[in-house]
Protein backbone atom coordinates (compact mmCIF):
# COMPACT_ATOMS: atom_id res chain seq x y z
CA UNK A 1 0.00 0.00 0.00
CA UNK A 2 1.33 3.45 -0.71
CA UNK A 3 1.98 6.27 1.45
CA UNK A 4 -0.07 8.65 -0.26
CA UNK A 5 -3.53 6.90 0.60
CA UNK A 6 -1.95 7.40 4.86
CA UNK A 7 -0.99 11.11 4.22
CA UNK A 8 -4.14 12.25 2.95
CA UNK A 9 -6.05 10.39 5.45
CA UNK A 10 -4.10 11.57 8.24
CA UNK A 11 -4.33 15.69 6.34
CA UNK A 12 -7.84 15.01 6.35
CA UNK A 13 -8.64 13.85 9.95
CA UNK A 14 -5.71 16.76 11.42
CA UNK A 15 -7.87 19.15 9.09
CA UNK A 16 -10.83 17.46 11.16
CA UNK A 17 -9.96 18.50 14.10
CA UNK A 18 -8.47 21.45 13.79
CA UNK A 19 -11.84 22.61 12.34
CA UNK A 20 -13.12 21.44 16.14
CA UNK A 21 -13.61 23.52 18.89
CA UNK A 22 -12.73 22.79 22.36
CA UNK A 23 -15.26 23.93 24.87
CA UNK A 24 -13.54 25.92 28.10
CA UNK A 25 -13.01 23.63 31.07
CA UNK A 26 -15.38 25.14 33.99
CA UNK A 27 -13.68 28.30 35.76
CA UNK A 28 -11.86 28.71 32.77
CA UNK A 29 -10.97 32.37 31.91
CA UNK A 30 -11.62 32.06 28.20
CA UNK A 31 -15.27 31.31 28.98
CA UNK A 32 -17.79 32.89 26.72
CA UNK A 33 -18.92 36.35 28.46
CA UNK A 34 -22.24 35.69 27.11
CA UNK A 35 -22.40 32.87 29.75
CA UNK A 36 -20.88 35.15 32.38
CA UNK A 37 -23.43 37.82 32.03
CA UNK A 38 -26.70 35.48 31.29
CA UNK A 39 -25.83 33.82 34.93
CA UNK A 40 -25.34 37.06 36.58
CA UNK A 41 -28.42 38.22 35.24
CA UNK A 42 -26.57 42.09 34.32
CA UNK A 43 -28.03 44.31 31.80
CA UNK A 44 -24.83 42.76 29.33
CA UNK A 45 -26.52 39.69 29.10
CA UNK A 46 -28.62 40.45 25.85
CA UNK A 47 -25.82 42.72 24.28
CA UNK A 48 -23.59 39.80 24.44
CA UNK A 49 -25.85 36.98 24.38
CA UNK A 50 -27.52 38.03 21.09
CA UNK A 51 -25.67 36.27 18.80
CA UNK A 52 -27.05 33.34 20.30
CA UNK A 53 -30.24 33.81 20.93
CA UNK A 54 -32.90 33.21 18.50
CA UNK A 55 -34.19 35.76 16.31
CA UNK A 56 -37.63 36.40 16.17
CA UNK A 57 -39.57 33.84 13.61
CA UNK A 58 -42.83 35.34 13.80
CA UNK A 59 -44.20 39.05 14.00
CA UNK A 60 -45.74 38.61 17.50
CA UNK A 61 -47.73 36.05 18.55
CA UNK A 62 -50.38 34.71 16.36
CA UNK A 63 -53.31 32.68 16.92
CA UNK A 64 -55.35 30.58 14.39
CA UNK A 65 -57.97 28.29 14.25
CA UNK A 66 -60.62 26.43 11.48
CA UNK A 67 -61.42 23.68 11.01
CA UNK A 68 -60.87 19.85 9.30
CA UNK A 69 -62.56 17.65 7.26
CA UNK A 70 -60.62 14.04 8.32
CA UNK A 71 -60.78 11.56 5.44
CA UNK A 72 -59.49 8.54 4.68
CA UNK A 73 -55.61 8.55 3.79
CA UNK A 74 -54.10 5.95 1.69
CA UNK A 75 -51.33 4.07 2.10
CA UNK A 76 -48.84 2.79 -0.75
CA UNK A 77 -47.73 -0.39 -1.06
CA UNK A 78 -45.79 -1.65 -4.18
CA UNK A 79 -46.82 -5.06 -5.77
CA UNK A 80 -44.01 -7.38 -6.91
CA UNK A 81 -40.34 -7.64 -5.54
CA UNK A 82 -39.50 -7.49 -2.32
CA UNK A 83 -43.36 -6.67 -1.15
CA UNK A 84 -44.52 -9.80 -2.79
CA UNK A 85 -45.95 -11.24 0.12
CA UNK A 86 -47.38 -7.67 1.90
CA UNK A 87 -51.25 -8.66 2.35
CA UNK A 88 -52.10 -5.46 4.84
CA UNK A 89 -53.47 -2.32 3.33
CA UNK A 90 -54.83 -0.56 6.01
CA UNK A 91 -57.89 -1.26 7.85
CA UNK A 92 -61.64 -0.14 6.43
CA UNK A 93 -63.60 1.73 9.34
CA UNK A 94 -65.32 5.09 9.66
CA UNK A 95 -63.21 5.76 13.30
CA UNK A 96 -61.50 9.53 12.76
CA UNK A 97 -63.75 10.46 9.65
CA UNK A 98 -65.47 13.67 9.65
CA UNK A 99 -65.05 17.39 11.07
CA UNK A 100 -63.11 18.66 14.11
CA UNK A 101 -61.74 21.99 15.07
CA UNK A 102 -58.03 23.39 15.06
CA UNK A 103 -56.44 26.16 17.15
CA UNK A 104 -52.33 27.44 16.80
CA UNK A 105 -50.59 29.58 19.19
CA UNK A 106 -47.33 31.12 17.48
CA UNK A 107 -45.11 33.12 19.68
CA UNK A 108 -43.20 35.63 19.05
CA UNK A 109 -39.66 33.25 18.60
CA UNK A 110 -42.20 31.10 16.72
CA UNK A 111 -43.02 28.11 18.75
CA UNK A 112 -46.47 26.90 17.81
CA UNK A 113 -48.78 25.31 20.40
CA UNK A 114 -52.23 24.07 19.92
CA UNK A 115 -55.18 21.58 20.28
CA UNK A 116 -57.45 19.70 18.13
CA UNK A 117 -60.59 18.36 18.59
CA UNK A 118 -63.73 16.20 16.69
CA UNK A 119 -63.70 13.37 15.03
CA UNK A 120 -59.65 12.50 15.71
CA UNK A 121 -60.19 13.19 19.09
CA UNK A 122 -58.43 15.47 21.28
CA UNK A 123 -54.90 15.99 20.21
CA UNK A 124 -51.88 18.25 21.00
CA UNK A 125 -49.95 20.43 18.15
CA UNK A 126 -46.41 21.12 18.78
CA UNK A 127 -43.78 22.63 16.38
CA UNK A 128 -42.59 25.25 15.15
CA UNK A 129 -42.84 28.57 12.29
CA UNK A 130 -39.73 28.97 10.15
CA UNK A 131 -38.72 31.49 8.17
CA UNK A 132 -41.98 33.71 9.47
CA UNK A 133 -43.99 31.04 6.86
CA UNK A 134 -44.09 27.60 7.31
CA UNK A 135 -45.20 25.58 10.14
CA UNK A 136 -44.39 22.40 10.62
CA UNK A 137 -45.61 20.55 14.04
CA UNK A 138 -46.18 16.98 15.30
CA UNK A 139 -49.78 15.91 16.43
CA UNK A 140 -50.27 13.76 19.57
CA UNK A 141 -53.16 12.38 21.87
CA UNK A 142 -53.74 15.02 24.43
CA UNK A 143 -54.15 11.91 27.13
CA UNK A 144 -51.31 9.55 26.26
CA UNK A 145 -53.08 6.09 26.26
CA UNK A 146 -53.02 2.87 24.17
CA UNK A 147 -54.64 3.93 21.02
CA UNK A 148 -55.16 7.40 19.39
CA UNK A 149 -54.20 9.21 16.56
CA UNK A 150 -50.28 10.77 16.01
CA UNK A 151 -49.35 12.52 12.93
CA UNK A 152 -48.36 15.89 11.81
CA UNK A 153 -49.19 19.42 10.29
CA UNK A 154 -47.55 21.16 7.54
CA UNK A 155 -48.88 24.79 6.57
CA UNK A 156 -47.61 27.94 4.76
CA UNK A 157 -48.41 31.45 6.49
CA UNK A 158 -50.07 33.28 3.63
CA UNK A 159 -49.09 37.01 2.97
CA UNK A 160 -53.36 37.43 3.89
CA UNK A 161 -52.51 36.28 7.52
CA UNK A 162 -54.03 32.74 6.24
CA UNK A 163 -52.56 29.52 7.36
CA UNK A 164 -53.25 26.55 4.20
CA UNK A 165 -51.79 23.19 4.47
CA UNK A 166 -52.53 19.72 5.28
CA UNK A 167 -52.62 17.06 8.56
CA UNK A 168 -51.66 13.48 8.36
CA UNK A 169 -52.58 11.04 11.14
CA UNK A 170 -52.16 7.52 11.80
CA UNK A 171 -53.44 5.60 14.95
CA UNK A 172 -50.79 4.22 17.16
CA UNK A 173 -50.36 0.87 14.94
CA UNK A 174 -50.61 2.67 11.59
CA UNK A 175 -54.01 0.57 11.10
CA UNK A 176 -55.78 3.59 10.09
CA UNK A 177 -54.50 6.66 8.20
CA UNK A 178 -56.24 9.92 7.98
CA UNK A 179 -55.48 13.08 6.35
CA UNK A 180 -57.22 16.47 5.99
CA UNK A 181 -56.95 20.02 4.29
CA UNK A 182 -56.39 23.31 6.64
CA UNK A 183 -57.05 26.79 5.63
CA UNK A 184 -57.04 28.30 9.42
CA UNK A 185 -57.67 32.24 9.97
CA UNK A 186 -55.40 34.15 12.31
CA UNK A 187 -57.68 35.88 14.92
Excluded: N
Aim: charged content about 20%.
Amino acid sequence: MSRLPRRLSALALAGLLAHCSKAPAPGDAAAPASLEAASSGGATASRDAGATLAKPAADGPMTFSGEYDAVAGTLYVPDGGDYAGVKFRGLTSDQGLGKGTLRIDIDALGRATGSLDGALGALTLSGALTDKTILTARLAPAAPTSGGYYGTVTAVLSPAGELTGSLKVSLHDASLIREAKLSLKRK
